[in-house]
T-cell receptor, first 113, second 113 residues
């Protein structure tokens, strides 16, 4: 059972454009939602994370939008740069009890000049 | 800190052979995670440890897989006997607070012929 659904699988954006990646979750007990960034040949690295007490979190060019009622969250990359080309994973977990991060399948982002 | 260290980075072996993957977590981190990444299934948590004790091994695919953490600075993931369907990238990650940031190693790319 896939508990976190991520879309699109791949995304091509022009330099300077906005990249948007969406995730939906099923388990209402999830209360921690991180995004990880992975470059080829490297392990994933935490990019930004949100907890459901806020609807939006911004760090530089990266913003998470969170919709608790719809059980959806998304990553927006403003002014996308070629250096942002990577695979992005959304994830979800419960802070108490289980410490398992459930990952989405990933989105391969290509930012073209 | 050197980050999470994994060895070997690449492993090619023949079906039926024993494979041992190694991980050194970041010093001071209490949690250690083993993940497997494939195109088909994405990132899957296999097992995680807290203070060297296995907490949840429900993701271990079958009895051919075993993991140990004899001390706070070393963990192994063993596959015996290996099969071609075990071919994947195996990541080790560690964290000091869960579900706070998990720091991933560079991964071991395993190919079973």
């Amino acid at each position: 059972q896939q508990q976190v659904k991520q879309s699109p699988q791949s995304l091509i954006v022009q330099k300077g454009g906005i990249s948007i990646i969406n995730c939906a979750y099923e388990n209402t007990a999830f209360d921690y939602f991180p995004w990880y960034q992975q470059f080829p040949g490297k392990g994933p690295a935490l990019l930004i994370a949100i907890r459901p007490d806020v609807s939006e979190k911004k760090e530089g060019r990266f913003t998470i939008s969170f919709n608790k009622s719809a059980k959806q969250f998304s990553l927006h990359i403003m002014d996308s740069q070629p250096g942002d080309s990577a695979t992005y994973f959304c994830a979800a977990s419960k802070e108490a009890g289980s410490y398992q991060l459930t990952f989405g399948k990933g989105t391969k982002l290509s930012v073209i000049p | 800190d050197a980050g999470v260290i994994q060895s070997p980075r690449h492993e090619v072996t023949e079906m039926g052979q024993e494979v041992t993957l190694r991980c050194k977590p970041i010093s001071g981190h209490d949690y250690l995670f083993w993940y497997r990444q494939t195109m088909m299934r994405g990132l899957e948590l296999l097992i995680y440890f807290n203070n060297n004790v296995p907490i949840d091994d429900s993701g271990m695919p079958e009895d051919r897989f075993s993991a140990k953490m004899p001390n706070a600075s070393f963990s192994t993931l063993k596959i015996q006997p290996s099969e071609p369907r075990d071919s994947a990238v195996y990541f080790c990650a560690s964290s000091s607070l869960v579900p706070d940031t998990q720091y991933f190693g560079p991964g071991t790319r395993l190919t079973v012929l």
